[in-house]
């Protein structure tokens, strides 16, 4: 079974529009798909409709990625099988988007400062509707040639430490958890291997994460080195943490595909271990031995 719980979409800074994702899904043959765009649920609903009223067999899991601080860090927690009608919750998510907005108009008075003007007009523009992100804000600099590739915007303008970054006022990793489990989810520490931390750090990070009642942590990725899923193997049972894995797709790329390369070994009890979806896909498969299976015809 192909099980990828962690993508994006044109609700926040993927490329593909919600529909398009669920599509390319089910060309990939993805049989489980968490839609977990930036502190937004947008994309669930209309994915969602469209998977039901055609006949891609694809469970949707609602899914949000929250941007939370932690010491200076920028740490991503993702949520899984969140209520998406919990008033709350999408109350809450608009706090996000607020300081989303707040952020990029520092960002482009810093950039501004750096002689690039109108930046700010040209991502909200870029961000058609979705929220916008440094991703937008990144397109913007290259569709303007003040850089060449958006990699370059963030190793420049927008990185840590760079000439326009901004320190975001995100919410912390313990109000994240209580959000997503106050809308019924679970709460998964995203991408723990792409923090430019140290193992020391890491260590506490996970542990932090695990106190303030964290489920899952990802403990794969495509082209992980065999080291660092072992590290990451290691933390996770020390804090007795389930395992997740997500392919964090933003765009079709040579590198970036859904549902690639993301088992996780059978010995590892993984975040879906009591969802109802995936135990009807089990049973479904466990009552089609071969006995059962239709009499060749030839
Ligand atoms: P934001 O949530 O607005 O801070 O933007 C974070 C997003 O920017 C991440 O989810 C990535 O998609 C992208 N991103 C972050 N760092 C980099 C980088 N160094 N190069 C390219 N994209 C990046
Ligand atoms: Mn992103
Ligand atoms: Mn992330
Ligand atoms: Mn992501």
Redesign the pocket.
Known sequence: MKIDLHSHTTCSDGALTPVELVQRAQQMQVDVLAITDHDTISGIEVATEYVKNSNIKLDVIAGV?LSTSWHGFDI?IVGLQVDVTNSKFLQRLEHQLLERDRRAVKICDKLEKCGHSGIYDLALEIADGAQISRNHIARALVQRSICTHPQQAFTKYLGKNKKAHVTPNWISMQEAVQWIHEAGGQAVL??PGHYDMTTKWLRRLVAEFAASGGDAMEITHPNMAADKKKLLQGVMADNNLLASAGS?FHFPSRFTELGRRLDIPESIAPVWQNWPILQDRLQKESLQPESLQPESTQ
């Open positions: 990625e991503h995203a991408h964090d």
